[in-house]
């Protein structure tokens, strides 16, 4: 009987053990799961706020190297220019001081959207495509995409069909980026040479190595001006330069940042009715003319 009560115990025994080892155990929360806050509590606050803002003290911008928006001067190397003049201007309107981040243009609204920089100015045209990832303060400067060439296909190329069989320098990610991929999805046999900034562009085709060059309208113009270049913006049959696009130039902060948006638009306001916005365009876009 006892070797029986015995065995009956050791039975229990392993029972309880195994119930133990086999009991559901809770996971730990996900990183950053703020202890299992609701989707809405978490979303507002992600928000960056003008309070919270002003509580760091410091607006983050990201920019790229897009003369006269944006470059370093050879003297100084500090980084001035157009949008420089024009972040600090915003930034001393919210009370703040200024912290630029320098990065190649494509890299400028993946770091917005991860929160690496508040803010990015560099020449970015407005397009749909942006708009569905992050927000646009109201355009401070209209231009639009152009078509440089060398001097000796400016009777040749005079659409962007003429393009065919040519060598097109193009920045990566930005605008003219995408168009020669879509002419070449179109059936235009162009060659596309990508380059992390436009100036290394516009050296190759002096140089012969390509023909074309696609870019902004106001930065071709600031390199003409600026070096003397023998390159020539691509004109109609009338003279009139050939805008393959025309776009207002933005400011863009991260999806939802409405209070940072709405003082960069009171900013800039303010800047154009206080003759702030003209005395800096005379400075950067001008001032060799």
Known sequence: ??????????????????????APV?????????????????????????DKLKEKGVLVIGTAITKPFEF??????????FDVDTANYIADKLGVEVDFKEMPFASLIPSLETRKVDMTIAAMYIKPEREEVVDFATPYMETGL?????PELVDQVKTPEDLAGLKVGVKIG?????????????????????YKE??????????????????????TLAYLKDTGSDLQIVTDENGEVNFLSNVGLGI????????????????LAEMQ?????????????????
Not at 174 to 194: F, H, M, P, V, Y
């Open 1 to 22: 009987m006892k070797r029986w009560m015995s065995l009956i115990a050791i039975i229990v025994l392993l029972i309880t053990a195994l119930a133990a080892c086999t």
């Open 174 to 194: 930005a605008t003219g980026d995408k168009l020669a991929q879509e002419l070449i999805d179109q059936g235009i046999d162009l060659d596309r040479s990508e």
């Open 72 to 81: 370093r001067d050879p003297d100084t190397n500090e980084l001035v220019g």
């Open 273 to 289: 009715a206080d003759g702030t916005y003209d005395e800096i365009y005379q400075k950067w876009l001008l001032a060799s003319q």
């Open 146 to 150: 152009v078509m440089v060439v060398r």
């Open 198 to 219: 436009t100036l290394e562009s516009f050296i190759d085709a002096e140089a012969g190595r390509v023909d074309a060059v696609l870019n902004d309208y106001l930065n």
């Open 252 to 267: 863009a902060v991260h999806d939802g940042d409405a209070e940072l948006l709405a003082a960069i638009n009171d900013a």
């Open 26 to 50: 809770a996971a730990p929360p996900a990183e950053g799961d703020a202890a299992a806050a609701p989707a809405e509590e978490a979303a507002d606050t992600d928000e960056l706020t003008l």
